[in-house]
């Protein structure tokens, strides 16, 4: 039942990140600091390369009908997971290596991106959310700390 | 309920407009000064501002300005409107069990889902010829029901431009949001019809 979830991240359609959230712990000793920003980097690189193997699945099924795309690498000790919205957005998933059977897990994950998709629509919904900068070159960040409390509690609630 | 916010919407930012118009004349003028853009608490400024709710203190307005420039300000800012709405509306509205494959899956979400959504009903016809030209066609444009003018079809047809902009912004943003660049125009040949066309714009 346990995943350990590493970091969620959502992409626009341009491949830029829209959001960046780490949930691993946070220590915040002066030795593990240099280790997170290397963290932060490995996730940001990640979120790159699961982009790309997005696309590629994408065009191999066109004829699929969910928005789930399911399990896109697994590397080292962490396998990363997609969600791709029909707006373009893409929700991705770094999570450890599970130690069970997939089929739970594939459950799990997929209705972890359904409620993330749906926090994410009432973020949009917010007539205060400035979707203007989003529209003029699509590079705006979410810094909504509503939507960051309502991902920890959904992370909480799937971790544990 | 939105038949009947759309005409205060039309009808404010007419007059808003108008105002922000005459006021940007009289300073060219230099009959006022610069600095009183923002409020309008003098004389000349009481004026503006009157000539500006007489066209909205009627719950319609009495005809509209013929001035060609001020209606195309009014269409930028009511298709923006649209355009906005229309993004939002695809980010909620979107299906959640499907992928939307290509555009001829998008123009049809907007014509079922979003028209049911909008009007309780759906586009009467819809004609496209696969290369990047749809036509929307509404028998019964739900916001033109109700409209009929005194002085006959082509008249009534004009003034109710302004309410057929909005839409065509809908379209468009929903379009957008899609990832596909759209130009959207509208015509109506006799209330309560109304066709729309979208061309698709390529990237190249």
């Known amino acids: 039942m346990s995943i350990v979830l590493h970091c969620l991240a959502i992409l626009n359609c341009q491949g830029t990140p829209v959001y960046m959230r780490t949930f691993d712990s946070t220590d915040r000793s002066a030795e593990t600091a240099a280790k997170q920003q290397d963290q932060c980097v490995k996730y940001h690189y990640l979120a790159h390369t699961s982009c790309d193997v997005i696309e590629e699945r994408l065009l191999q099924n066109k004829t699929s009908s969910d928005l789930y795309i399911g399990l896109l690498q697994t590397i080292g000790d962490v396998s990363v997971y997609g969600y791709v919205l029909n707006t373009g957005n893409r929700l991705i998933l770094v999570t450890s290596v599970p130690a069970e ?3 739970v897990q594939t459950a799990e994950i997929k209705a972890l991106f359904q409620q993330i998709h749906a926090t994410y629509v009432s973020l949009i919904c917010n007539p205060f959310y400035d979707m203007a900068a989003d529209m003029v070159d699509r590079l705006g960040n979410i810094n909504s700390p509503k939507f960051d409390s309502i991902v920890d509690e959904l992370v909480n609630a799937y971790s544990s | 309920m939105l038949e009947f916010l759309l005409p205060e919407l039309v009808n404010a930012l007419v007059s808003t407009t108008l105002g922000a118009k005459l006021l940007s004349e009289r300073i060219a003028l230099g ?3 610069q600095d009183t853009v923002g409020s309008s608490t003098d004389k000349e400024g009481a004026d503006i501002t009157q000539t500006s ?3 909205s203190t009627t719950s319609g307005w009495i005809d509209l300005p013929d001035d060609k420039e001020l209606m195309e300000q009014v269409y930028v800012k009511l298709e923006m409107v649209g355009f ?3 993004r939002r509306l695809a980010e909620r509205f979107a299906p959640l069990n499907r992928r939307l494959a290509d555009t001829l899956d998008a123009v049809k979400f907007v014509c079922k889902d979003v028209w049911m959504m909008l009007f309780n009903r759906q586009i009467d016809n819809l004609k496209t010829n696969h290369r990047g030209i749809y036509v929307l066609q509404d028998n019964k444009f739900k916001w033109f029901l109700r409209m009929s003018g005194n002085s006959g079809g082509a008249a ?4 109710a431009q302004p309410y057929i902009w909005l839409p065509c ?9 899609f990832g596909i660049n759209t130009v959207v125009i509208a015509e109506t040949l006799g209330l309560p019809q109304c066709t729309f066309q979208i061309k698709v714009v390529s990237d190249n």
């Open chain 1, 101 to 103: 059977s997939s089929a």
């Open chain 2, 53 to 55: 709710t007489q066209c």
């Open chain 2, 84 to 86: 906005r709405v229309g």
């Open chain 2, 156 to 159: 009534a047809a004009r003034r």
């Open chain 2, 31 to 33: 009959l006022e000064p």
């Open chain 2, 169 to 177: 912004g809908i379209i468009r943003g929903i379009l957008d949001s």
